[in-house]
Antibody, heavy 122, light 107 residues
Framework: EVQLLESGGGLVQPGGSLRLSCEVS????????MSWVRQAPGKGLEWVST?????????YFSDSVKGRSTISRDNSKNTLFLQMGSLRAEDTAIYYC??????????????WGQGTPVTVSS | DIQMTQSPSSVSASVGDRVTITCRAS??????LAWVQQKPGKAPKSLIY???SLRSGVPSKFSGSGSGTDFTLTISSLQPEDSGTYYC?????????FGPGTRVDIK
C-alpha cells in the first residue's frame, strides 16, 4: 500500500524558515518524481515544487516560492523534503506531498499525503 | 502560465443524477489533464489522468473526456459519498495549474 506521511509543519514567525518532510512507503521511491502542493485556508490547490526521479534530480518551483525554497530527496530514507525560507503570511497553508504517476509525467500525481499545516504568524 | 477555469462553481444534485463538470484551459494542453476529488478536511485523491484514463481503484461511474482546451468530468450516478470539491489540473507545462474547483453537494 502506497503511503505518504508529511511532517514538519507548525507555527513560524514571518521571515522564518522551516523544513517539511514526506516519508513514503509502498513503492520504489527513487523511481518516481515527487512534488509539493499547498492549499491556503478555504482556497484551492496550488502547485509548489517538483523534483525529478533519482538520477538527474532536476527541480522546479512556482514563482511564489522560487529563490527561497529548496526541494530535495533522500532515497536511502525514502523521504522528500521542502526547505522554505523568508516565510510570509501568504505561505500559510496545508502542504501536501504528491507522488508522480507511472506515466512518467511529473505533474501526473497518483497519490497524495494527508498534509502538514504551516501557519506563518507573529 | 496556463489558466484553468471550471464550471459550474457549484452544483447541487440528487442521488442517482448524472453530474457534469467542465474544465477549460487557456491554451492547448495535449490532454495532460487530471481530475482530483477532495472531500472536506481530507487530502486530495486522484481520479483521472491523461484526460480520460481512470486511476486504478476509482469507480467506473467517474469518466473524463475532452481534448485540446475543453474537458469534462462526468459522474454517471451521484451517490452521497461523491460530495466534495473537484479540481481539474494541467500538467502539460510548468507551472502546473489547477482550476478553482467545483463543489458538488447532494440535495
Amino acid at each position: 500500500e502506497v503511503q505518504l506521511l508529511e511532517s514538519g509543519g507548525g507555527l513560524v514567525q514571518p521571515g522564518g524558515s522551516l523544513r517539511l518532510s514526506c516519508e513514503v512507503s509502498g513503492f520504489t521511491f527513487a523511481n518516481y518524481a515527487m512534488s509539493w502542493v499547498r492549499q491556503a485556508p478555504g482556497k484551492g490547490l496550488e502547485w509548489v515544487s517538483t523534483i525529478s526521479h533519482s538520477g538527474a534530480s532536476t527541480t522546479y518551483f512556482s514563482d511564489s516560492v522560487k529563490g527561497r525554497s529548496t526541494i530535495s530527496r533522500d532515497n536511502s530514507k525514502n523521504t522528500l523534503f521542502l526547505q522554505m525560507g523568508s516565510l510570509r503570511a501568504e505561505d500559510t497553508a496545508i502542504y501536501y506531498c504528491a507522488k508522480g504517476g507511472p506515466s512518467g509525467y511529473y505533474g501526473d500525481f497518483d497519490y497524495w499525503g494527508q498534509g502538514t499545516p504551516v501557519t506563518v504568524s507573529s | 502560465d496556463i489558466q484553468m477555469t471550471q464550471s459550474p462553481s457549484s452544483v447541487s444534485a440528487s442521488v442517482g443524477d448524472r453530474v457534469t463538470i467542465t474544465c477549460r484551459a487557456s491554451q492547448g494542453i495535449n490532454n495532460y489533464l487530471a481530475w482530483v476529488q477532495q472531500k472536506p478536511g481530507k487530502a486530495p485523491k486522484s481520479l483521472i489522468y491523461a484526460a480520460s484514463s481512470l486511476r486504478s481503484g476509482v469507480p467506473s461511474k467517474f469518466s473524463g473526456s475532452g481534448s485540446g482546451t475543453d474537458f469534462t468530468l462526468t459522474i454517471s450516478s451521484l451517490q452521497p459519498e461523491d460530495s466534495g470539491t473537484y479540481y481539474c489540473q494541467q500538467y502539460d507545462s510548468y507551472p502546473f495549474t489547477f482550476g478553482p474547483g467545483t463543489r458538488v453537494d447532494i440535495k
